[in-house]
Antibody
Framework: EVQLVESGGGLVQPGGSLRLSCAAS????????MSWVRQAPGKGLEWVAN????????NSVDSVKDRFTISRDNAKNSLYLQMNSLRVEDTAVYYC???????????????WGQGILVIVSS | IQLTQSPSSLSASVGDRVTIACRAS??????LAWYQQKPGKAPNLLIY???TLESGVPSRFSGSGSGTDFTLTISSLQPEDFATYYC?????????FGGGTKVEIK
């Protein structure tokens, strides 16, 4: 069974840092692209970043570029999101997502973790 | 690329046919997915590549469209279908989502 379990969230002051982790199990982690998607309270979904199977390619939304870094450790079956210079508007539930369903020459997001809440507030 | 969903909310009864639209600001071929999200839960993949039903998803869900206009249809609404639905494109970065459509009980 595919499982994605996020950790590392919590309350942080504006300008602070936080590192989210996602522990993956039930599949060959090193064979899949992975993503982070977030959802501000009461709002819609926002794609944050993704990373290739071997970590050689990374992409992110402009609003987090130069502040957030996605990375992975395939030996530990883990995905990370290092978040620096946090802003109030980064407050959200952050989801770890496997990008594993193949169709029409693309891999599609298919499994999501339960999410972890990050609150940026003074 | 912006995705505009309509309507933003709707009220429907069990057994109704429901249609949700997603319009892209430029052509995205068929690189579109649909998700269902229930309160307090993570989204679930329903449809990918615009019209391919994800394994385990009931056949009352269907997707269609290509280019800029897409549709998610629920042929006969069931009690467990009351939720919020999102489209997302995978055509180019950033991989944006639509604003969501909340389906409520009439």
């Amino acid at each position: 069974e595919v499982q994605l379990v996020e950790s590392g969230g919590g309350l942080v002051q504006p300008g602070g840092s936080l590192r989210l982790s996602c522990a993956a199990s039930g599949f060959s982690f090193s064979r899949y692209w992975m993503s982070w998607v977030r959802q501000a309270p009461g709002k819609g979904l926002e794609w944050v970043a993704n990373i290739k199977e071997d970590g050689s390619e990374k992409n992110s939304v402009d609003s987090v570029k130069d502040r957030f870094t996605i990375s992975r450790d395939n030996a530990k079956n883990s995905l990370y999101l290092q978040m620096n210079s946090l802003r109030v508007e980064d407050t959200a539930v952050y989801y770890c997502v496997r990008v594993g369903r193949w169709g029409n020459y693309r891999y599609w997001p298919d499994y999501w973790g339960q999410g972890i809440l990050v609150i940026v507030s003074s | 690329i912006q995705l505009t969903q309509s309507p933003s909310s709707l009220s429907a009864s069990v057994g109704d046919r429901v249609t949700i639209a997603c319009r892209a600001s430029q052509g995205i071929s068929n690189f579109l997915a649909w998700y269902q999200q229930k309160p307090g839960k993570a989204p679930n993949l329903l449809i990918y590549a615009a019209s391919t039903l994800e394994s385990g998803v009931p056949s009352r869900f269907s997707g269609s469209g290509s280019g800029t206009d897409f549709t998610l249809t629920i042929s006969s609404l069931q009690p467990e279908d009351f939720a919020t639905y999102y489209c997302q494109h995978l055509n180019s970065y950033p991989l944006t989502f639509g604003g969501g459509t909340k389906v409520e009980i009439k």
